[in-house]
């Protein structure tokens, strides 16, 4: 007994949880192509809706990361408050007041208690030094009492204030640092980090960059050139270790993180806004102050944020500090990007502006990994040679013929297997394949002699001699296998009706399950395609694929598209040789020379000359049969007079048992007959 072993390990990240290969990618693709002739909507489409494997995984495509995209943000907007963030600065606000009320108190309760264990000559000088503190620390904590209602009042007031308590002199330098931080943000990252350790000498050399930078904003107004390389060569370490290469790379990166804060401030209630723009203001020096504003009029004036500067309806409870609305901001700002991007891939088919590490972060793991294998469905297709690489992505040969091969799998699924004819014809006469069995010569027969048997029969006859004699009914021949011969021009109706009344799709499976069927089984049988609207051509095979119904141009020239057939007919000699129409609407257009003439209801002329080439045909020995994808009146009455003088056949069909009609048909008229 054989037994299987299974080998099991952790889940790491590397395992390939969809397996999927070319051909099934191919045949997924297959019908989309048939409908719209075109390879790279197609794969636009399978990028946009996903796919599902052989084994019912489902993978899924751009729209689904584009969801999960929106739930996220979604989610953060009905969790929090951004409101809170000024909240968070009037509660810190508060703790730095109460903060300095404990320590006067604790100081004035430690300089009191130093008074009563003074000795008695040293309690007069303490009872001074404790009145003075008493004064300074009434003082104070008037002014505390008397702080205004807003908190950028009350920052302004607190910047003049005359700490007591050193921890609460502490907080609010970190809460002014904190402010100043994210205005620098506002410049660059780098500046944010370092704001809390600049001294005054570090901001004066601020203020003097951002002179510099609106410098060159001005510059750019007024269409100077910006001295760029100078300034990085001066300001370039503000800018962290990668700074920008180009004026219109920092101009990005400013409005990029300019648009940061004004999305937060967008986002609160007018009234919360007021008051943090007012907060904002007062963590700077007035001339720095002056130089934010004009960097911030200068850049609306250079690069409109209306685009960016985006109100987010929060509506949620969860309180958030400043840094944390501020870094929620950025994941948001991102969160836009990366929805644009995935929006222009889904427009394009284009993955290679998807940034997969954005995408890992914002959405998770599981979605970097839907992009990578997403990534590699065209490289799989390169690889396996179904479609090419380069610039132009178009079908290979090999595509052509696999989606052909899909096709008649699919059509043949629908056949019964007695209708499905063995296309051959044992005969005893020339020009086919030799079957391994011989016969005694007929008169007519190729002489293709089987000298071993011939010789055999003479010693049988005549017995053993030497020389043997051999007489005409000693001689054997190889039989032959005769294979009939079609040629067949399949007259595919490209007019706008087919596509409007979704019959398109089925009539070109059919002609591409045709070729395949030809092809693969009838190698010397001929077949050629002629697709007509308001005139004829020949569609060459590997044009077949990528071909569509006429969406612009009126007409079904069925007239010309028979002249064509006949010429292509003509260079065929000896075997059958047939036109099979698929087509949804009477003939509406004819030649007059070499141009067109179209009429809606038929004109009489145009079916008088469509006939009058049916005749030529019949006189030709050419065959018509005839598949209607409608019944209407005209068209059934316009088909039984083409019948009548042709003597072909013609057939009703839907778009569904279309490929049934046209393949036993094409089968049963090449059903073996055998000869004696």
């Not at 000693?474 to 399949?490: G, N, P, Q, S």
């Amino acid at each position: 007994m054989l037994f299987r072993t299974y080998r099991y390990s952790r889940w790491d990240g590397t395992q390939n949880i969809f397996d999927l290969d070319a051909d099934q990618l191919m045949d997924m693709l297959s019908d989309d192509i048939l409908n719209n002739g075109d390879i790279m909507q197609a794969l636009r489409d399978l990028l946009r809706q996903g796919m599902q494997n052989r084994d019912g995984e489902q993978m899924p495509g751009l729209r689904q990361l584009m969801e999960q995209l929106k739930d996220r943000r979604r989610q953060q907007m009905q969790q929090h408050n951004m409101d809170s963030v000024l909240d968070d600065l009037k509660e810190r606000l508060d703790d730095i007041i109460d903060t300095e009320r404990r320590g006067i108190q604790s100081r004035l309760d430690d300089a009191q208690q130093q008074v009563d264990e003074a000795p008695e000559d040293e309690r007069g000088q303490q009872e001074a030094l404790y009145n003075l503190l008493e004064q300074r620390a009434n003082r104070n904590l008037d002014k505390l009492d008397n702080l205004p209602e807003g908190v950028g009042s009350q920052l302004k007031e607190l910047m003049e204030y005359d700490f007591i308590d050193p921890e609460a002199q502490r907080k609010f330098q970190e809460l002014l640092d904190m402010l100043k931080s994210q205005m620098a943000q506002n410049i660059s990252q780098q500046m944010q980090q370092q704001i809390q350790n600049m001294s005054p000498e570090d901001m004066e050399a601020t203020r003097e960059m951002m002179r510099d930078l609106n410098q060159m904003m001005r510059d750019k107004l007024q269409g100077r050139e910006p001295d760029f390389d100078g300034f990085m060569d001066k300001w370039g370490p503000m800018f962290g270790p990668s700074p920008p290469q180009s004026f219109d790379e920092l101009m990005e990166m400013l409005q990029q993180q300019l648009a940061q804060m004004q999305s937060m401030l967008e986002s609160m209630s007018p009234e919360a806004r007021r008051e943090m723009e007012d907060a904002l203001a007062q963590a700077l020096d007035p001339e720095t102050q002056r130089e934010m504003a004009q960097f911030a009029n200068l850049m609306e004036q250079l690069m409109p944020m209306e685009d960016r500067r985006r109100q987010y309806p929060f509506l949620g409870d969860d309180s958030l500090t400043m840094e944390q609305a501020m870094q929620m901001m950025r994941d948001l700002q991102q969160l836009d990007q990366l929805e644009a991007a995935l929006q222009e891939a889904i427009r394009t088919g284009d993955l290679s502006e998807i940034d997969p590490e954005k995408l890992a972060e914002l959405l998770g793991e599981d979605a970097r990994r839907v992009w990578d294998e997403l990534d590699n469905l065209r490289k799989l297709l390169e690889e396996a040679g179904y479609i090419t690489g380069g610039d132009k992505t178009e079908l290979t040969a090999r595509g052509i013929r696999r989606i052909g091969q899909k096709a008649l799998k699919e059509v043949f699924a629908h056949l019964k297997k007695d209708r499905i004819g063995g296309h051959r014809m044992d005969t005893r006469g020339a020009n086919g394949d030799l079957l391994g069995e011989t016969k005694t010569y007929e008169f007519g027969d190729p002489f293709q002699v089987d000298l071993q048997t011939t010789v055999k029969n003479a010693v049988l006859r005549g017995g053993p001699q030497v020389p043997v004699r051999i007489s005409p009914q000693d001689f054997e021949v190889h039989r032959t296998e005769h294979m009939t011969k079609a040629a067949t021009i399949l007259l595919l109706d490209q007019s706008r009706s087919m596509g409007l009344f979704n019959n398109w799709q089925a009539a070109k499976k059919v002609t591409v399950a045709l070729m395949a069927l030809i092809r693969s089984q009838f190698p010397r049988d001929t077949l050629h395609v002629v697709g007509f609207s308001d005139y004829a051509r020949e569609i060459k095979e590997e044009e077949l694929a990528s071909c569509s119904w006429n969406a612009w141009v009126s007409g079904t020239n069925l007239h010309h598209a028979l002249m064509l057939s006949r010429k292509l007919l003509s260079r065929e000699k000896g075997g059958t040789r047939q036109i099979l129409v698929i087509t949804d609407g009477e003939p509406t257009a004819h030649l007059e020379g070499d141009r067109s003439y179209f009429s809606y209801p038929p004109s009489y002329r145009t079916e008088m000359e469509t006939l009058r080439e049916v005749r030529r045909c019949t006189q030709e020995d050419i065959l018509i049969n005839t598949f209607m994808l409608e019944n209407n009146y005209q068209l059934v009455n316009f088909v039984d007079r083409m019948t009548r003088i042709n003597r072909g056949r013609a057939f009703y069909s839907s778009a569904a048992n279309l490929s049934e009609f046209v393949l036993v048909d094409y089968l049963n008229n090449r059903r073996k007959h055998v000869a004696a």
